[in-house]
Every structure is written in C-alpha cells, then in structure tokens.
C-alpha cells in the first residue's frame, strides 16, 4: 500500500508474483486520481500530483494485482483543465493488460471510465462507487467476472463483454444499472442487477439476464438472451424487441402505460 497525506506521486512498480503460491496485491490511495494516456511514455515529464500514467497500471498488472483507493480521504485536488469531483477516479487513457491478476477502482466518489478497460487474460475487473459508476467506454474481459458496486446508480453507456461464461454482478450497493445512451450496449454476458432502468438508446443483452425491477421509459431493448424480472417490470415507453422470451415471475407485475410497444 501507498498512501500520501495529501498527494500521492507513484513512478516505482512492485513486483508481488509468487510461481510458487498466490500474488499479491498494490493499493494506491490518493484524495482523487486521473489515470492518463501516456502512449506508453517511460521517461520524464513524470506524472504530477495524484496521476497516474496508463502505461503504469498496463505494466503493474502483469505483476500482480492491483487496486486503485479514494475511500476516506481529506484531500479535494483538481486537475490542470480538467474538474474532477473529490475522490473521484477518472480514466481517461486505455488500460490493457493480459494477465490472471485484476483490477479494482474503489471510489469514496464517482468512478468515470472514459477509456477502453480491456484484459485479455483471466483477471476480474471491479468498479466501486460511493456515488456513481460512470461507464461510456467499452469494458471487455478474456476470463475474469465484472463486479459493479454504486451507491447511487452504475450508469452503462458503452458496450460490456466478457468470455462465454462471464458474468456481470451489478446487485452491490443500490443494484441500480441505467441505460440512457444515445446509442447502444451490448451486454455480451450474464447480467444480474437490483434495478434496470431503460431510458434511452438501446441495451442488447445476448447473456441471460436476471433483475428484479425492470423499469422502461424509452429506449430499445433487444438481444438474444432470456430476460427474466422476478418483480415488476414498469413498461411506459420504448421498444420490447428482444428474439428471446422476456419473463416476469409468478409473483411480480406487468405494467402497461402510455406508448409501450
């Protein structure tokens, strides 16, 4: 573990493989952090207060794995041109790796992917938000699951897929997964959530999915996987064109309102 008492600055890289037993882990845990595309840069200028480079964690996690943490910080920094929240953690450069270690962004804030997170190994990917769990950039896994913790709501506006097999557990927290894109998600992989709310845009699930409360204002709904709501599903708006079966359980509701088709 790294930690500053108001800023962090990280350039060194931990190496925690063990061929003989289990890896193990590198938490930094600055006030807010900006993950930056360096193309890969390995020489100064060195990444200033509370930044980390991408090429950075590409490299840490074919070491071990490896955990980003704003949780229960007193810092509030900014960055040069750019207005992040307090504690948030915002990835604005790509992060690549194959390897079996993994991931996780634990935000006392807002986690704000705004760049591709791809691992071609068997490493999982963990998103954790006090506030929200901001998704615009596509997330693909080679073997690993994708957990999805928000206190407030994990919003998916980019399109998610993982290996034949793969599930995305968005139940943590409030287990609220919104889609109000203006274009469309395709969930390729098991998807189990609290709450889905549909507002915009289109969400193919081509993995069986499972929710308790599907509530529908607008949008598209389309894939080829089984989509089952155990509660009630609110359907006021938008399109229900899925090619497989949309259950409600024996127990739950369906609502029919407004332009629903």
Same mark, same amino acid.
């Given at each position: 573990?790294?930690?500053?008492?108001?800023?962090?600055?990280?350039?060194?890289?931990?190496?925690?493989?063990?061929?003989?037993?289990?890896?193990?882990?590198?938490?930094?845990?600055?006030?807010?952090?900006?993950?930056?595309?360096?193309?890969?840069?390995?020489?100064?200028?060195?990444?200033?207060?509370?930044?980390?480079?991408?090429?950075?964690?590409?490299?840490?996690?074919?070491?071990?794995?490896?955990?980003?943490?704003?949780?229960?910080?007193?810092?509030?920094?900014?960055?040069?041109?750019?207005?992040?929240?307090?504690?948030?953690?915002?990835?604005?450069?790509?992060?690549?790796?194959?390897?079996?270690?993994?991931?996780?962004?634990?935000?006392?804030?807002?986690?704000?992917?705004?760049?591709?997170?791809?691992?071609?190994?068997?490493?999982?990917?963990?998103?954790?938000?006090?506030?929200?769990?901001?998704?615009?950039?596509?997330?693909?896994?080679?073997?690993?699951?994708?957990?999805?913790?928000?206190?407030?709501?994990?919003?998916?506006?980019?399109?998610?897929?993982?290996?034949?097999?793969?599930?995305?557990?968005?139940?943590?927290?409030?287990?609220?997964?919104?889609?109000?894109?203006?274009?469309?998600?395709?969930?390729?992989?098991?998807? =189990?959530? =609290?709450?889905?709310?549909?507002?915009?845009?289109?969400?193919?699930?081509?993995?069986?999915?499972?929710? =308790?409360?599907?509530?529908?204002?607008?949008?598209?709904?389309?894939?080829?996987?089984?989509?089952?709501?155990?509660?009630?599903?609110?359907?006021?708006?938008?399109?229900?064109?899925?090619?497989?079966?949309?259950?409600?359980?024996?127990?739950?509701?369906?609502?029919?309102?407004?332009?629903?088709?």
């Amino acid at each position: 573990e790294v930690s500053g008492k108001q800023d962090l600055y990280i350039t060194g890289h931990a190496d925690l493989r063990a061929p003989n037993g289990e890896g193990g882990s590198f938490l930094l845990d600055p006030g807010s952090i900006l993950v930056y595309e360096d193309s890969g840069a390995m020489t100064p200028p060195f990444p200033g207060a509370n930044q980390v480079g991408n090429s950075f964690i590409n490299n840490q996690l074919t070491l071990g794995n490896f955990t980003l943490d704003t949780s229960g910080s007193v810092d509030t920094p900014g960055f040069p041109g750019i207005t992040p929240q307090p504690w948030d953690i915002t990835v604005d450069g790509d992060i690549t790796w194959n390897s079996p270690y993994s991931l996780t962004l634990n935000a006392d804030n807002n986690n704000n992917i705004n760049a591709q997170i791809t691992n071609f190994g068997l490493g999982s990917l963990e998103l954790s938000a006090a506030g929200n769990n901001n998704i615009d950039k596509a997330i693909s896994l080679g073997g690993g699951g994708l957990k999805l913790i928000a206190g407030g709501v994990n919003y998916i506006n980019a399109d998610i897929s993982l290996a034949p097999g793969g599930s995305i557990d968005a139940t943590g927290g409030s287990g609220i997964a919104t889609f109000s894109s203006g274009g469309s998600s395709i969930i390729d992989a098991q998807f =189990n959530a =609290n709450t889905i709310n549909m507002v915009s845009g289109g969400a193919v699930f081509n993995g069986n999915t499972t929710t =308790n409360n599907l509530n529908q204002t607008g949008g598209y709904l389309l894939g080829s996987g089984a989509l089952t709501v155990n509660g009630t599903y609110n359907w006021s708006g938008g399109n229900n064109d899925r090619t497989n079966n949309t259950t409600v359980g024996a127990t739950g509701q369906l609502l029919i309102t407004g332009n629903a088709s």
